[in-house]
């Protein structure tokens, strides 16, 4: 008996040690992480039309994309990173046609857990060039992720991270050319700490 309590005793220790163990980071440290994977959208909507999906628009479907990026961010607290990330997006449309994007992003990254493993949760903002048929513009857009980066040793690592980007396509002089587009990013990252 006496050993069962002990096994629930630790079964409830150790999680609590990694959300609550010391920060690994201190003020100023920095990484570099440079992201790749592919993008899933799941809406498009432009002009009030639907243009993603099964049975959705009629003007050509966007398909799998696919996404990449390079990132730098410093810690200003223990948990908190703050930075930038630039990237290039896109996705195919099946009758041709390419949605690019060019994100240019403020970054925030909140680390609840740091070692080893990492669970970061980051939120970013910021302008986007988006361009698809014959338009092009200037939006911006925003994204959410969380992911789990594993540290092969005390500088290098890698994540896997997926989350959700929201690229609103906004037209002050025609609003009847308004749009969204959502997409589910899931990227692999290399990373380096410092």
């Keep these: 008996m006496k050993k069962i309590i002990m096994i629930l005793i630790a079964a409830l220790l150790i ?3 990694l959300v609550f163990a010391a920060p690994y980071y201190d003020v100023g440290d920095q990484f570099l992480a440079i992201t790749a994977g592919p993008t899933t959208p799941i809406l498009y909507n ?5 243009v993603i999906g099964p049975g959705f628009g009629e003007r050509g479907k966007i ?3 696919g996404i990449v990026s390079i990132g730098y961010e410093v810690f200003v607290t223990n948990y908190l990173a703050v930075g930038g990330e630039i990237g290039y997006q896109f996705n195919f449309a099946r009758n041709g046609n390419v949605l690019t994007s060019v994100p ?3 970054k925030m990254t909140y680390l609840p857990i740091q070692g080893r493993f990492e669970l970061p949760i980051s939120f970013s903002i910021g302008a986007n060039y988006l361009s698809f048929e014959d338009r ?3 939006t911006f857009s925003a994204t959410v992720s969380i992911g789990v980066n594993f540290f092969i040793d005390d500088h290098w690592g890698i994540g896997i991270n997926a989350g959700l980007s929201i690229l609103p396509e906004l037209y002050a002089g025609d609003p009847g050319k308004n749009g969204i587009d959502l997409d589910l990013p899931t990227t ?3 990373i380096y700490r410092h």
């Design 188 to 190: 692999i990252s290399a």
């Design 136 to 138: 092009a513009q200037i």
């Design 46 to 50: 432009s002009e009030g039309e639907n």
């Design 63 to 65: 398909t799998l994309g």
């Design 15 to 17: 999680p609590s040690g």
């Design 104 to 106: 240019i992003h403020v």
